[in-house]
């Protein structure tokens, strides 16, 4: 009898002769070369100067417009190589240098440190921390290294890319703010969230009902995540504004009741305070309340009839449940992820080769060296490996999801054009493009790789045959 997939990932990681760092440093490099040869892709067609403008978008898009939004894609373009490039080196870096194991062992060291500060004792009396809590004192430590490394990028994102192009309106101050409060919040809900998971591993992993508490477990974290999102998570960024009376909300209102959407609230959030780009959506468990939120920037630079028409997509997909199925589609990649994953971590080569030595005789060491000396498994440093290895896994199903999310779309903008919003969506859609000076160039496969949305000229070409349609069957 053949086996099945999951018992040829075990057994193949199960060698001790099996080259573990190298095939994570292989695949690294996979994964950069692909991006980097439909990146180049995407340059070529933004930097061909004889590109006309396309035929659905003539007399819609002036000229300048279209260069500007060339001009602006080509310096996205070179921001994200050497973005990328960065981030290449310090993952090659990481794995080569074994940095994981120095902060497994600097996390140890550094708790000892502050224990015994605070309590004035000696560092010979610091508690011997669960392996649970050793992996959650990693991932904060691992958490504020790693974003400590990725603040140069970040500012020259905001500071020179967006301004250069007039799209920046955050302050240094508000960067900084954004940066605590981002950090805080990741440790503050990933702490918890990490110690559940690492206790469901240590306790059911062999269980033949693994895969079910675990995706228990992931689906009650996306539905708290849902709560917490909405109404902690947002306002600590965000000022959020009930939208005044007036014509727009009696539009909006009208259009939700004619759909039968469950609108409670909706509000205007200030996101002029860190960028001139515009948005919608709404937010809420499905079968509950949904609130639909407004960017101020969308209202300023769009008619009321087009913000009527982007919320009858954003309506089309509650109507079309591609929330809920998305949901599902997200917890079976996540039970699937899981079983291979608790199949497979609990590997003494694994670990060893990139500087961990499981040895259960040992009890907790504190010390700065590049090999970390453990009594069992940690999960969170398993978890990570683990990534470096599905890395190929991770680039078909991140085609695969895009592929379905611009299905989605097609579809809420074909309910737009039922509502009889089609024409109007069209306009709201090309104001939003140049407002945001959006890529109208695109490469194919840079599309269908990375795009959750179809590009501009398939959604208009799209529509106008829907509106077509249409107007026969009237």
């Known amino acids: 009898m053949s086996l099945s997939v999951i018992d040829m990932v075990k057994g193949m ?45 003539k007399g819609k898009i002036d000229e300048q417009k279209f260069k500007d939004s060339d001009n602006y894609g080509i310096a996205k373009a070179k921001f994200n190589f050497v973005s990328n490039t960065y981030d290449l080196f310090l993952t090659l870096y990481n794995l080569a240098a074994n940095i994981q194991p120095k902060i497994w062992n600097y996390s140890i060291l550094i708790s000892s440190i502050v224990y015994s500060s605070i309590f004035q ?32 990028v970040s500012y020259v994102q905001h500071f ?36 559940l998971l690492g206790w469901l591993l240590d306790k059911f992993s062999d269980n033949r009902n693994f895969v079910l508490y675990i995706w228990l477990f992931c689906l009650a974290l996306q539905i708290t995540m849902f709560l917490l999102s909405s109404t902690v998570i947002e306002p600590l960024f965000n000022k959020f504004t009930p939208l005044e009376e007036g014509e727009l909300k009696t539009k909006i209102e009208d259009l939700a009741k004619e759909c039968g959407f469950p609108l409670s609230d909706i509000f205007v959030i200030d996101g002029s ?7 919608a959506y709404f937010s809420g468990l499905p079968f509950l309340k949904k609130r639909i939120v407004l960017f101020d920037t969308l209202i300023k630079d769009s008619s009321v009839d087009e913000v009527v028409a982007v919320l009858a997509h954003e309506i089309g997909h509650w109507k079309m449940n591609h929330t809920t199925k998305m949901l599902a589609i997200s917890q079976i990649h996540f039970a699937l992820f899981f079983k291979l994953f608790a199949s497979t971590y609990k590997n003494f080569y694994l670990f060893k080769d990139l500087g961990f030595v499981v040895d259960p005789t040992q009890s907790q060491i504190s010390h700065t060296g590049d090999v970390a000396v453990v009594q069992n498994f940690p999960f969170f440093v398993g978890l990570m490996l683990f990534g470096y290895l599905m890395k190929p896994t991770d680039s078909i199903h991140n085609f695969l999801f895009n592929l379905y999310s ?51 000229p398939e959604r208009l070409g799209a529509l106008e045959n829907k509106i077509t349609e249409q107007k026969k069957k009237n």
């Open 13 to 57: 990681f199960s060698t001790s002769t099996f080259p573990y760092k190298k095939v994570m440093i292989f695949f690294t490099l996979c994964d950069f070369a692909f991006e980097t040869y439909i990146a180049l892709r995407q340059y070529k067609v933004l930097q061909n100067k004889d590109k006309k403008l396309p035929h659905v978008l």
């Open 121 to 152: 004792k000696s560092s010979s009396t610091f508690p011997q921390f669960s392996l649970l809590t050793q992996n959650i004192l990693f991932f904060n430590f691992s958490v504020i290294f790693t974003n400590l490394l990725s603040l140069p």
């Open 160 to 195: 020179v890319l967006e301004e250069k192009f007039g799209f920046n309106k955050t302050t240094l101050k508000t960067w900084i703010m954004d940066t605590i409060k981002s950090n805080a919040l990741i440790v503050l809900l990933g702490s918890p969230i990490l110690y």
């Open 273 to 279: 305070k860190r960028s001139s780009h515009s948005n």
């Open 406 to 456: 611009r299905h989605n779309e097609y579809e809420a903008d074909e309910f737009a054009v039922k509502l009889g919003k089609g024409e109007t969506l069209c306009d709201s859609l090309i104001s939003l493009h140049v407002s945001n000076l959006s890529t109208v160039s695109v490469d194919p496969l840079f599309s269908k790789y990375h795009y959750t949305h179809p590009t501009l």
